[in-house]
């Protein structure tokens, strides 16, 4: 892959002939310098894993990541609660609330686990292991539920404080605001 034709300047300048001749032409995947490697795999952000929110359009109902990677349950949960979150306490960001959930273990028995059940990130971990058994049509409500409180119950219901945008203890609350049970998701 030394011997390039050409080289390019500029990943603006390049039109999508020029992208199809090249890889046809020189076997290349992504060009280098254009957001990837000579092996074809993206470059990265450092080696961190992307949060719900980096990996994810963000939009209600929304179960599938940019890279079309399924969403979770707990992952779906986690950025609907963040996103409402994020709203009502600006400047939280919703992967800054996602990443400060995640070590907490206050979120068990509110989606249907017993008290006591770990982190939030274990929760996570044990659905992509197949170790839950998740009532779809459930998490479907209550995420919808979650995605429908307004920012004034939020604040009401004291599961947040804008003094203190780190404290996640209360965060649980949020999920007994829901107009529908989200006992029964688990």
Known sequence: MKNRLFS????????????????VIGGLATLPGCGG??????????????????NSSNQPGDTTSSNAVALTTPER?????????STCYSPLSVA??????????????EIGLLQGYGT???????????KLVVDAEMATACIQGLESLSCESI????????ENLTDYSNIQRLFLLAPVSCGDIF
Do not use: H, M, W
């Open 77 to 85: 949960l986690l950025q609907s609660l963040c996103t409402q979150v």
């Open 155 to 162: 604040v009401g219901v004291g599961a947040f404080s804008r």
């Open 37 to 54: 490697t000579l092996t074809g795999n993206p470059t990265g952000g450092g080696g961190t894993t992307p949060t719900v929110a980096e």
């Open 8 to 23: 390019i300047q500029s990943c603006s300048s390049i039109t999508p002939l020029v992208i199809v001749i090249v890889s």
């Open 120 to 130: 939030y990130a274990e929760i996570v971990a044990d659905e992509k292991a197949k």
């Open 96 to 109: 800054d609330c996602e990443a400060g959930v995640l070590p907490t273990a206050v979120i068990d028995s």
